[in-house]
């Protein structure tokens, strides 16, 4: 069931569905997305920040921008990076830590590359779209690994060389145009044969991301979403939630606490 952003007494009907779920379960599935980090000043690729330098995220996060021009792409990836490294955890991401170490059977996936749900100390995180932190050879040299952390916020020169043939790397995320990794699909689809599903902070928009939530339910799971507002695949869902992401699971947590979860 879905619910209007100004009607409280049916979102808080949302929420008790989710409640009940999670105490009954021994096993979850978090699916995350920008809306988890908004709170802690990470950018995001839609909104006001999605601009820079008069680029927008769509046209520089390819590998048809990268090959184009290098430095430019990693001008805007050092940007990034440096914002994110001023960046904190919030409390969205401290309940979903602590609940990654509650349930016997936890997999959290999540779309953001800002490596914010590790630093929170959640554990078996499926990275669907990669990592700023990581990086890989531009030429695939077989001296390298297919990718490697690199956790460098300013570098010296820009573009960084590989170190193993001396030659481009390129960020170790999923650009535009670039299919999900087979390992991380297998591991996202097993997490599917979970107890409850929920999709928080995410517009569902991005595939194929956006179809999980409806696969879980069809395998039977209780799925459900906390977004600021209605997303494609609300009506789909069990229950869903409108509100911010830290503010909504810390009310989860509290009560979740209360019933002995």
């Not at 010296?156 to 170190?163: Q, R, V």
């Not at 069809?218 to 494609?232: C, H, K, Q, S, V």
Request: proline fraction near 6%; charged fraction near 20%.
């Amino acid at each position: 069931m879905t619910f209007p952003v100004d009607n409280p007494e049916a979102s808080d009907a949302a929420s008790d569905q989710i409640v009940r779920a999670l105490a009954g379960a021994s096993s979850l599935t978090v699916l995350t997305g920008a809306g988890v980090s908004a709170a802690s000043g990470v950018p995001t690729f839609r909104g006001e920040e999605g601009l820079w330098r008069s680029h927008r995220p769509e046209r520089l996060a390819t590998p048809e921008a990268f090959s184009e021009n290098p430095r430019l792409v990693w001008e805007w990836y050092q940007w990034r990076k440096e914002r994110i490294a001023a960046c904190k955890p919030n409390r969205a991401h401290e309940v979903i830590a602590e609940w990654s170490h509650r349930y016997p059977a936890f997999t959290l996936i999540t779309q953001n590359v800002d490596g914010l749900h590790e630093r929170a100390g959640t554990r078996n995180v499926v990275r669907f779209h990669g990592s700023i932190w990581e990086v890989s050879c531009w030429n695939g040299c077989r001296s390298s690994p297919a990718r490697w952390p690199d956790h460098t916020v300013t570098y010296a020169e820009l573009p960084p060389k590989c170190p193993h043939c001396g030659g481009l790397v390129r960020p170790g995320v999923v650009w535009f145009g670039e299919g999900i990794a087979s390992e991380t699909l297998e591991l996202a689809a097993r997490a599917l044969a979970n107890d409850v599903f929920l999709t928080i902070g995410t517009s569902s928009v991005v595939y194929p991301a956006a179809s999980l939530s409806s696969a879980a339910k069809a395998r039977g799971a209780f799925t459900g979403e906390i977004n600021l507002e209605a997303t494609p695949v609300s009506a789909q869902l069990d229950a869903s939630v409108h509100g911010a992401a830290e503010v909504v699971l810390d009310e989860l947590s509290s009560r979740c606490d209360d019933s002995g979860r």
